[in-house]
């Protein structure tokens, strides 16, 4: 058996996938604290102890990191947040307000908001380079999307048969994003619980026409 010579201590071990992930989760952090003009390589550099040379290898340009981070990153956020949620739900309407709910709750538990990652990325950088706009309206478009294919799921199922899905899923995004931004400023996650009450109770307009309010939008789950 041949043994295997142990890496001297203090040797930089060679792990290129480790190296790059940990860039991704540095900027990842700086973005959203301080945002994608406010960090600086120099800074990225630092807090990933990583030089130069190892960073461009991975990320060529500063830009090239932020569209790594909105595609690996934020992308997975809002896919782990919301969408995959709102899929396994029993409806589009649990899904929407158990997310609500647990957003609310984490950020309860944190003590402090620093928002939705891709709406502060999207303030920040939507006019900035047509690159960001286009990748970040992805997300959003991909987001809208899948609330409104439950939607269609749900009413094949003959649920919510009165509702537009297109409607009802900027409604939704749009409250959440909305809301975000409010507790952000406030640094008050109940702003998303205020929220989650108006859109429950606000219908969308339906062919061009404001519909007639109903009661509820979300039901309230049963006290059993």
Known sequence: MTVQPKPRPGKRINDPEGMRKK??????????????HASSIGDLMAAADVSGGALHHH??????????????????????????????AASVRE?????????????????????????????????????????????FGGWRQAIADKVRADQQAGKDEG???????????????????????????????????GLERSAPSQGGLVARRRNRILPRPRII
Not at 23 to 36: M, W
Not at 104 to 127: D, K, M
């Open 95 to 139: 899904g929407v307000r158990s997310v609500f709910e647990a957003v609310a709750a984490e950020l309860e538990q944190q003590g402090f908001v620093r928002g939705c990652p891709l709406n502060n990325l999207a303030h920040e950088l939507s006019l900035a380079d047509p690159d960001f706009r286009l990748a970040l309206a992805g997300i």
């Open 23 to 36: 860039v991704l989760d540095v900027a990842e952090d700086a973005f959203q604290a301080r945002g994608y």
């Open 59 to 88: 990320f060529p340009t500063k830009k090239a990191l932020a569209l790594a981070v909105i595609d690996e990153r934020v992308a997975a956020a809002v896919e782990e947040t919301w969408i995959a949620p709102v899929l396994a």
């Open 163 to 197: 509702t537009d899905p297109e409607r009802f899923a900027a409604l939704t995004v749009a409250a959440y994003s909305g809301a975000m931004s409010m507790a952000k400023t406030a640094q008050d996650a109940g702003v998303l619980r205020d929220c989650l009450a």
